[in-house]
């Protein structure tokens, strides 16, 4: 019996679309002030697997936009949590009483307690696997799923390639579920990671720009405007004051950092402050930022996110259409190589 197209594109994903319970085996990337209850909801009717963002959320507030989100949809749907959070405890209990199916433990670590309290509640726990050796430890320590993000995602970024992570960690992490996720725009693209032995993918820029996202419309109008150079990390001008790699659109703001950060290395030098007062000075330029442009769309100023993928938004489309474009792109990629070897075996015979 031949398979279809469709059917071997459904094959490929099968592994992840059991663990997320979805039809697409596609997570909505957790972005701070964007991936929030519509956006969330919007993903998982669509038939992939949305995921709020917490970040720096307290636990009531969590509580409330879950119960927001379930208002929603009754599709599954995760939670982000970030491991520095000073109540992570308790924002585990808030998602275990709503009965999240899924955690996504991200920024760090996941800390043992944390750990066992997901697996004790009857969730499944998802991390950020960065190297082969953490992912190996992960997978130990009783993870249910890893994702592998490249440094062309948006925010923040690791230092490496999803090609690379790809080739260095699919061929030997095969006990649990791997998604893949940075600079992901297009199905062909994620067929070959799937074929390459991925379960899904994770994106967020293209869903960032989607209609039911609740970025202002100049935030959206950014992306459009962009070209996958626009998406550069955040520089850092001295490698004793740190500065955390964040990927988004040049702009004054990006322009204005750099200077800020030359005029407090000098104000050190000149013994204007000391080296703590210089680290925060730097690291408060961008406070409040993110908000500035997701919310108040002001993209010249503020800290506008985005994936080197950010040149393959062209338009603003709904979140279903995005996720079926992705479905018809790989699945015609698939029908492209099918006929391509139906004239090769002609030709042969």
Known sequence: MTITPAAKFAALQARGTEFLGTEMAIMGGAMSWVSERHLVAAISNAGGFG????????????EAEIAATQALT?????????????????????CLRAKVGHVVLAGGIPPGPAVRAVKD???KLI???PAL?????????????????????????????????AQEILPHIREIPVFVAGG??????????????????????????????????NFKNAFIRANARDAIPSIQLDERFPVIPVRGLVNEGTKRFLTHQAETLKKFQDGELDKTQAQLAIEHFWAGALRRAVIDGDVENGSVMAGQSVGMVTSIQTVAEILQELKAQAVAALAAREQTRGYAEIAVA
Do not use: W
């Open 51 to 62: 995921v709020i963002a917490c970040g720096s959320m307290p636990p009531s507030l969590l």
């Open 74 to 94: 009754n599709k599954p749907f995760g939670v982000n949590l970030i491991t520095m959070h000073p109540q992570l405890d308790d924002l585990v209990q808030v």
């Open 121 to 123: 509640g009857g969730a």
């Open 127 to 129: 991390a950020f696997a």
């Open 133 to 165: 050796a953490l992912a190996k430890r992960f997978v130990k320590s009783g993870v249910d799923a890893l994702v592998i993000e490249g440094s062309e995602a948006g925010g923040h970024i690791g230092p490496v390639s999803l090609t690379v992570l």
């Open 184 to 217: 992901l725009g297009r199905g062909e693209a994620i067929l070959g990671y799937l074929e390459m032995g991925a379960s899904g993918a994770q994106l967020g820029t293209r869903f960032a720009a989607s209609v039911e996202s609740i970025a202002h419309a």
